[in-house]
Structures are given as structure tokens and as C-alpha cells.
């Protein structure tokens, strides 16, 4: 059974920065994080491979945030860089499989599993 639990959100002032965790069981996958505001899709925000080379990023956080994981595949990270209101989110951590590649990977509809997700508010 795989299970995927974040953690590190909450609330921080423009210009902070903040690191969200999603440890990772039952297996080794693909992993990204999406974010989601109320009424919205989920909105891709990075993706790393299995291996841990390879990483991806929306435009709105190129250049700010970091996507990484663990030596033993076991957590996944987010770190983030001077954030803004905009960033305000409930962050999910997913995880997939053989559908993930280049051209899938920025899409939630080609992850299987997904976390219950953290709340980070930016606000002053």
C-alpha cells in the first residue's frame, strides 16, 4: 500500500522561505508536488525522477523553488524561496509510475497516488 504524507506547511510573510516534506512508502516512484487554491485545478509546481537527476518546474517557481529527495527515496522535498501571496496553496505530494515522462510529468491526471496535502498561507 502506498502512502504519501506532507508536512512543513504554514504561514509565512512575503519574501520567507519554507521547506515541505512528503515521505513516501510502500514503494519508489516518480514524484512531484501540485498545488491547489479553492475552485482551482491542481496547478503542476515540480517533479523529480525516481533516481533523483532529473527535475522539472512550473514557470511561476522557476528559479525559486527545489525539488529533491533522499538518498533512500523515503522523502521527497520542497524547498521554497522567497515566496510570495501567490504561492498560497494547499501543496500535494503524488507519486507515479511507468506514465511518467517528459511529457506527462506536469500533468495530476498521470500520478497514481496522492498525499492529503499541507496548507502554506504567505501573507504579511
Known amino acids: 500500500q502506498v502512502q504519501l504524507v506532507e508536512s512543513g506547511g504554514g504561514l509565512v510573510r512575503p519574501g520567507d522561505s519554507l521547506r515541505l516534506s512528503c515521505t513516501v512508502s510502500?514503494?519508489?516512484?516518480?514524484m512531484a508536488w501540485f498545488r491547489q487554491t479553492p475552485g482551482e485545478e491542481r496547478t503542476f509546481v515540480a517533479a523529480?525522477?525516481?533516481?533523483?537527476?532529473?527535475?522539472s518546474y512550473g514557470d511561476s517557481v522557476k528559479g525559486r523553488f527545489t525539488i529533491s529527495r533522499d538518498s533512500a527515496k523515503t522523502t521527497v522535498y520542497l524547498q521554497m524561496n522567497r515566496l510570495e501571496p501567490e504561492d498560497t496553496a494547499v501543496y500535494l505530494c503524488a507519486a507515479g509510475g511507468e506514465r511518467i515522462n517528459i511529457l506527462t510529468l506536469a500533468s495530476a491526471s498521470s500520478y497514481d497516488f496522492w498525499g492529503q496535502g499541507t496548507q502554506v498561507t504567505v501573507s504579511s
Open positions: 510502500g514503494g519508489t516512484y516518480n
Open positions: 523529480i525522477d525516481i533516481i533523483g537527476i532529473r527535475t
